[in-house]
T-cell receptor, first 117, second 114 residues
Framework: KAGVTQTPRYLIKTRGQQVTLSCSPI?????VSWYQQTPGQGLQFLFE???????NKGNFPGRFSGRQFSNSRSEMNVSTLELGDSALYLC????????????????FGQGTRLTVV | GENVEQHPSTLSVQEGDSAVIKCTYS??????FPWYKQELGKGPQLIID?????GEKKDQRIAVTLNKTAKHFSLHITETQPEDSAVYFC?????????????FGAGTRLAVHP
């Protein structure tokens, strides 16, 4: 069974540009969550998508957005990049995600390392 | 509040020794507590988890204990091996606004020396 796949693995962008990251969840999983990982802030929750709808959102500015397609694949977009956006962006897939009080396991991809110069 | 405190931030042990990492959470309604292992250049890997109706769970050399009264949970690794060297994250599932989300600790860098 294939795991969570994130593309690309590495990206270098210039300040002011925008970037799109992709995540393919485990087959059958309908929830995709995105996290930002930095040495200073650790793992921070960005947002979660379930059945093409954003269901939960963290405390990030509107420059961070995402979407989910009917096959559960998800994309994350960051516009007007800032130096502080340099981070490892991780996505995690799970069967039901955040919608139930009974949590189901979340499995992470390898991440996309974004460097903003 | 949304906060999980994790200690220690770094831990160095000799191969064969035990390692213990402790986390404290703040939301008494949290009901799910996973532990993740992250090796260099990889995403976090779920290694064990525990739900609030259980006090202890074991899987070979790894065990997790939960004290709901004190809001503490701990990861125990016995007979450590060099391949256990990684960063370990604890997390709590926080129910907020009708949905759960995972709140992570800051991580513990474990080094196992041969």
């Amino acid at each position: 069974k294939a795991g969570v796949t994130q593309t690309p693995r590495y990206l270098i962008k210039t300040r002011g540009q925008q970037v799109t990251l992709s995540c393919s969840p485990i087959s059958g999983h309908r929830s995709v969550s995105w996290y930002q990982q930095t040495p200073g802030q650790g793992l921070q929750f960005l947002f979660e998508y379930f059945s093409e709808t954003q269901r939960n959102k963290g405390n990030f500015p509107g420059r961070f957005s995402g979407r989910q397609f009917s096959n559960s694949r998800s994309e994350m977009n960051v516009s007007t990049l800032e130096l502080g956006d340099s981070a490892l962006y991780l996505c995690a897939s799970s069967l039901t995600g955040t919608g139930a009080r009974e949590w189901t396991e979340a499995f992470f991809g390898q991440g996309t390392r974004l460097t903003v110069v | 509040g949304e906060n999980v405190e994790q200690h220690p931030s770094t831990l160095s042990v000799q191969e064969g020794d035990s390692a213990v990492i402790k986390c404290t959470y703040s939301d008494s309604a949290s009901n799910y507590f996973p532990w993740y292992k992250q090796e260099l250049g990889k995403g976090p890997q779920l290694i064990i988890d525990i739900r609030s109706n259980v006090g202890e769970k074991k899987d070979q050399r790894i065990a997790v204990t939960l004290n709901k009264t004190a809001k503490h949970f701990s990861l125990h690794i016995t007979e450590t091996q060099p391949e256990d060297s990684a960063v370990y994250f604890c997390a709590e599932s926080l129910f907020s606004g009708g949905y759960n989300k995972l709140i992570f600790g800051a991580g513990t860098r474990l080094a196992v020396h041969p």
